[in-house]
């Protein structure tokens, strides 16, 4: 997958682009042995393979919350990692997730988690549920959700990954 297949040309209103970056040292020289399944625990349960090869995991996604201290939010999900691609210095991992339970009322998020030297790069794709409706909300307050959950999802996968 090039970055030109990531990324569209015109952007589809009901589609919502997210892309997050996070400094940091990767040690590029491991990913592909830390993104081997059985090396996924800190992702969560291991559930079986999807038909086209994409490791999936039950887990509970966070959203970072609160003013007076730390709290999360938790949502069941299914996260799917396909395996690592070589692309220039880093790699890049096709990865998807979607709520599982009352999958409806949650977006589905396709994206790439690219791991280079000196950063890492979430980029993808949600269309918010609920029509009009959804996407106001989304426009309010949901894109801000999104935007802490990815940046949690980072968080994890820095220290997985982190030159050590």
Not at 34 to 49: E, I, N
Not at 65 to 70: F, K
Not at 97 to 113: N, Q
Not at 129 to 154: E, K, Q, T
Request: hydrophobic share 45%; proline share 10%; net charge neutral.
């Amino acid at each position: 997958m090039t970055s030109a297949e990531r990324a569209p040309e015109q952007p589809d209103a009901d589609i919502v682009t997210l892309c997050l970056v996070r400094p940091g040292r990767v040690d590029v020289a491991q990913v592909p042995e830390r993104f081997k399944p059985a090396q996924l625990a800190w992702l969560g349960r291991p559930l079986p393979d999807a038909a086209d090869g994409t490791h999936r995991f039950a887990c509970d996604l966070e959203l970072p919350v609160g003013v007076l201290g730390p709290h999360h939010l938790r949502k069941a999900a299914i996260v799917g990692l396909r395996p690592p691609l070589r692309e220039g210095e880093g790699w890049l991992v096709p990865i998807e997730w979607h709520a599982a339970t009352l999958s409806p009322l949650f977006p589905v998020f396709l994206g790439c988690l690219q791991l280079e030297p000196e950063r890492l790069v979430l980029t993808g794709r949600y269309a918010p549920p609920g029509g009009r409706l959804g996407r106001a909300a989304d426009a309010v307050f949901a894109r801000a959700a999104a935007r802490s959950v990815a940046g949690w999802f980072l968080e994890r996968v820095a220290a997985a990954v982190a030159v050590s």
